[in-house]
């Protein structure tokens, strides 16, 4: 790559409090912060300018034709061809959201009916701690290659895609060492299987990590494919070993993981990505103004209200937690399109960087009304449910749900509505302000679903987590407001 060349590709950035690495904006930012700034995009030229023939070979191979690059909105053609490619990418994202939530509720089910309560206690156990490193590392890892390289050029894009890919491993073998102790510490059947999951979580992340990655490239379709073939893998190896009759937890976590690193060698060799391990330290420090608050985020919310539903199990009644999952359990559809949104939409709005404040603020209406005009579909559909197909899917546990379900489609429907600016916020690299909201939510959901455990159990626990919802949902959209007011929308990889 010639000096012009790489001149042309990286101009100097500069960036506005709140906006991402890279994105043009009209006033001046802190002297420190541009310094530091620049010194981040010296990095990654030298970086680029170091393996340029090698990434020439790995772009041939990671887009052949017919598969989009890393930035697939490049006008090409007509504005309906566009729309279409979009429409298409949307479709695959859900697709691809549908089979990890498929593949999760099928691995738990053949588990559930392969081993007694307590081997599947201890399963359970171990899927959770993989759902919480999957949330630390997707916040560390990968959502700073969505937010700030979606519509990064070539060259750039796959550096920083292997950068995020072997971060992801180191991810994964830190994780998992501290896993690995604490199951030796703990030992008997939890601690077993918490030492299976330790090995297996390097593979497991990186697997996310090739989804995340193929999504910010534009490349939905190809993250369905790995997923497909996990879940294929999945049920072949759990298959094989519920044929051997196996009564202890360890061994379907294994199956479960080994099929987890298959797909994600498989994703790493069709999407020509080059983990780079050796560079994890300085993906983490580059990104850590984004990601430090990304990770309060995904723990904060989470925790808070798989604390509330503990307390409720503690002071309350087990019955009534149970009602409460399965509420959340049917309404699992309206959760995956939320999942697919954020996952699709991300990297999409982060490319797009002719989008003015206003359009904005009127795209996040359409795609909060869209999404709400879908939910309510299905909340229809559940409220006509009659009780003999209810108590078919949840047994005796239909009537505790049936109780709890409208307060809990409502506060799935303030959620939708709320889908189009929280989108939009963490696109433009505002996790500071996300966090701020969410940490609001997070005070919300235990105080409100205290309140309510205290006035009415189960139902008033509902009816008190949709309050707090139904209180949130306004200020992503006045946040949103005062974002686009105080900076430019540009994206963070628009500039490089």
């Known amino acids: 790559m010639s000096r012009a060349e790489r001149a042309a590709a990286f101009p100097t950035p500069c960036r506005g409090i709140g906006q ?5 904006v009209d006033r001046t930012g802190e002297q420190g912060r541009r310094s530091n700034d620049g010194l981040r995009a010296a990095r990654y030229r030298r970086l680029v300018d170091r393996e340029a023939r090698a990434t020439a070979a790995v772009a041939a191979v990671s887009a052949p034709e017919g598969l989009p690059g890393p930035d697939p909105l490049v006008p090409s053609g007509s504005r309906r061809a566009g729309l279409a490619r979009m429409a298409r990418g949307a479709g695959w994202s859900v697709v691809d959201q549908a089979l990890s939530s498929l593949s999760n509720l099928t691995l738990s089910i053949l588990v559930a009916r392969a081993v007694d309560a307590h081997a599947f206690g201890a399963f359970t156990v171990s899927f959770t701690v993989y759902s919480m ?7 560390l890892v990968t959502q700073p290659l969505a937010v700030r390289f979606s519509g990064a050029r070539r060259e750039v894009f796959q550096v920083a895609a292997g950068m995020s890919a072997g971060a992801a491993v180191v991810m994964g073998v830190a994780l998992g060492s501290v896993v690995l102790v604490c ?12 030492s299976a999951v330790a090995v297996c979580l390097p593979g ?6 090739c989804r995340m990655v193929f999504f910010a490239e534009g490349r939905p379709k190809l993250a369905a494919l790995v997923d497909a073939l996990w879940m294929v893998l999945q049920l072949v190896g759990v298959g094989a070993v519920v044929v051997t009759d196996a009564r202890s937890a360890v061994p379907y976590v294994v199956a479960w993981g080994v099929a987890s690193a298959v797909a994600a060698t498989t994703g790493v060799v069709r999407g020509g990505l080059r983990p780079r391990v050796w560079d994890t330290r300085t993906w983490l420090r580059d990104h850590w103004s984004l990601t430090r608050y990304l990770v309060l985020d995904a723990v904060l919310v989470q925790s808070s209200y798989q604390g509330t539903l503990l307390v409720v199990g503690a002071l309350g009644s087990l019955t009534g937690v149970a009602s409460l999952r399965g509420a959340q359990v049917l309404i699992g559809p ?7 949104a954020m996952a699709f939409g991300v990297p999409q709005i982060s490319r797009r960087v002719h989008l003015t404040g206003g359009q904005r603020m ?21 409220l006509l449910l009659p009780d003999g197909a209810g108590e078919a899917l ?6 505790g749900v049936d109780d709890v379900l409208v307060p809990t489609l409502a506060g799935a429907v303030a959620n939708l509505l709320a889908i189009g600016p929280t989108l939009m916020i963490y696109a433009m690299g505002r996790s500071a302000t996300a966090l701020r909201i969410n940490g609001a939510l997070s005070a919300l959901l235990v105080g409100c679903g205290l309140t309510g455990l205290w006035l009415g159990d189960a139902v008033g626990v509902a009816w008190g987590l949709t309050l707090a919802y139904w209180l949130v949902m306004p200020w992503w959209y006045i946040a949103l407001r005062r974002a686009r007011l105080e900076s430019a929308p540009a994206p963070a990889s628009a500039a490089l």
């Open 362 to 382: 009127r795209l996040s209406f359409v795609v909060s009304a869209v999404f709400t005009v879908m939910g309510v579909v299905w909340a229809a559909v559940l």
């Open 183 to 194: 199951g030796l510490l703990i030992g008997g059947s939890v601690g077993l299987a918490l």
């Open 20 to 24: 991402p690495f890279g994105a043009a």
């Open 204 to 209: 497991l992340l990186l697997q996310d990590a």
């Open 394 to 399: 949840l047994g005796d546990s239909w009537s």
């Open 133 to 139: 490193a999957v949330l630390v590392s997707r916040a």
């Open 334 to 340: 309206i959760s995956m399109l939320a999942m697919a």
